[in-house]
């Protein structure tokens, strides 16, 4: 068979513009920026890029472990030896798979940062690994009226939550009790910061890429203006073999809705 150079198969969109709703221009505006640069803000910035979005922002504190190695395509035994920062080892490695990414990695707290950075993005992806920065993005973003997709994994279980801002519930929407309380006593007004047990669980890769993937196509769909993102939260969970996804309701007495 003679292989030719040229037509369809030299366009890197091509099969991306084979879905008639894909506009590679708009995907190629779209600033993202997705906090946490761990698991999952690993397979996230490798799923944003090869569906063409070019304009990136990455921001984490930590450094690479080699107990990261196991679910990071991004890092090697070489960036654990000399415990670069996550942030910025992925902005070096997507700016290798596609040079014409822009992207900025930031090796900060979500907490430091300005609102008016937050605001310079049109989506936002939690890929974080504790309540107290999932809640702070959660309500910045909703503020802002900014789309906020966060995903979590535990074990073999995970989680997809699209935030909407006003129409959709937010992630303190369906806070438990529990962690209301606890949030209350962290940002009291006596300054002092509270630290409270999270058990860390590792995620396997898989479900760590499952979850991943639908915080993308999610993002995909926003971006595009679809009005068939779920509504609101995706649940998954690989031992029982089952999703499910749940129209969580505005809850009445979630701050975060009190000016709309
Ligand atoms: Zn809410």
Known sequence: MHIRAGGIDEDKYSRLKLFEWYDVERVKRQKVMVVGAGALGNEVCKNLVLSGYRRLT??????????NLNRCVFFSDEDAERQR???EVIAEKIKEMEKEVEVEYYTK???EFPEDFI???DLVMGCVDNVAAR???NASCYALRIPYIDGATHGQVGKVQVVMPPETSCLECGMNATHAKIMQ???SCTGKDIHYFE???AADINTTSIIAAIQVQEALKITHERDNYIRNVFYFDG???FFSTLDLPINPRCPNHASL
């Open 199 to 201: 058990p860390k669980i």
């Open 119 to 121: 605001r310079k993005h």
């Open 135 to 137: 809640l702070h993005i």
């Open 109 to 111: 707290r979500i907490e």
């Open 58 to 67: 990455i921001v984490d504190m930590d450094r690479i472990v080699k107990s």
């Open 239 to 241: 031992s029982r073999n």
């Open 85 to 87: 920062y996550k942030a």
């Open 185 to 187: 006593k962290r940002f």
